[in-house]
């Protein structure tokens, strides 16, 4: 299961940890939704490949 998911329209990538409960705001110069959409695909992507501590795994550290 990816972590890290695109909203349909490429404008939003939320992270599923619901211990941050962060999302990334997608906002550039895109010449169509299909190319913001691709873009913001590959950062997620990127997100789901990277081993980021999860809220839960952070706070156990403590």
């Keep these: 299961m990816s972590r890290f998911k695109v909203q349909r329209d490429g404008r939003t990538i ?21 190319e913001r959409l691709k873009y913001a695909h590959a950062i997620a992507n990127a997100l789901n490949a990277a081993e980021i501590p999860t809220g839960r795994e952070r706070a156990a550290d403590r």
Excluded at 14 to 34: K, M, T
């Design 14 to 34: 939320w992270d599923e940890d619901f211990n941050y409960d962060a999302l990334l705001r997608i906002n550039g110069d895109f010449p169509n939704d299909a």
